[in-house]
């Protein structure tokens, strides 16, 4: 056979590196440890990307898809972790970048009736490198339900309460359950979410939030508070959005710490 052209290592004149170049919106399977049922079974959508020095004219695709591949038909911790050496090897690249975005499911109980739903969240895996260091970053994105303190303390009638979504991103020193991550989100809020709730429930719910009243502010700084006291975590960033229910714009606010040695 007559070899063929390898276009993308022909020379570019511009002389302009790309950051990232590669593939996303790819989907896999994935297993995940689960600190309350040991395993669990989901599709990751997945990015891969490496950096692309100005003289190269582009990158070789098929081998993300490839080193994606190598790993068989699912994926575990251990493999996304390796995943960004891997790409810089095959690629010959000197950063590498991988994101695994995937659903997490927990059965949570009812808080009077104990009726069981699933609930889901959302949960990024973000792993860079280079070829002297390692970065791995865990998101959980936490739905939570807020309700205003100015509200209760003008109104004689109830106050305006509404779902928010807490989105929380940490460096550790050792591996932490995603599972504690979501409830240290859950906690900070007025309420947590349920997917099942009866009259007895939504009563205890709403008569707590009530009694717990958080502006966006005490929610980011909340978190904060408890990121602070965590021993594993050693960089976070925690970003809190009120979905307002009376008005027209949404509450947001945002803290990011690099904790001391």
């Not at 990751?44 to 993300?64: E, I, N, W």
């Not at 972790?81 to 499911?105: D, G, I, N, Q």
């Not at 889901?120 to 280079?130: K, Q, S």
């Not at 504690?180 to 008569?207: F, G, W």
Request: hydrophobic share 40%; glycine share 4%.
């Amino acid at each position: 056979m007559a070899s063929l052209t390898d276009t993308q290592n022909e020379h570019d004149h511009r002389r302009i590196p790309i950051d990232r170049v590669g593939v996303r919106n790819l989907r896999f399977p994935l297993r995940i440890r689960d600190r309350d049922q040991a395993e669990q079974h989901t599709v990751a959508t997945v990015a891969l990307a490496v950096d692309l020095p100005h003289q190269y004219k582009g990158t070789h695709m098929s081998r993300f898809v490839e080193v994606l591949h190598a790993h068989g038909t699912e994926l575990t911790v251990a493999s996304m972790a390796a995943m960004p050496k891997e790409l810089l090897s095959r690629l010959h690249a000197e950063k590498a970048h991988v994101e695994f975005r995937f659903p997490y499911f927990r059965s949570k109980a009812a808080p009077a009736t104990g009726a069981k739903g699933l609930l889901d969240y959302g949960v990024v895996f973000e792993v860079n490198a280079d070829a002297d260091k390692t970065d791995f970053v865990v998101t959980v994105e936490v739905p939570v339900t807020t309700l205003c303190p100015c509200s209760k303390a003008i109104s004689a009638r109830g106050a305006h309460n509404q779902r928010g979504l807490v989105t929380f991103s940490v460096r550790f020193t050792d591996p932490v359950w995603i599972e504690d991550l979501i409830e240290l989100a859950e906690t900070s809020a007025s309420s947590q979410l349920y997917s099942v709730l009866k009259r007895p429930d939504e009563k205890l719910v709403t008569e707590a939030a009530y009694d717990n009243p958080v502006f966006v502010e005490d929610l980011v700084r909340n978190i904060a508070v408890k990121a602070n006291a965590h021993p594993k975590i050693t960089w976070y960033r925690v970003e809190a959005e009120n979905y307002e229910s009376i008005h027209n714009h949404n509450a947001w606010a945002v803290i990011e710490k690099q904790k001391e040695d």
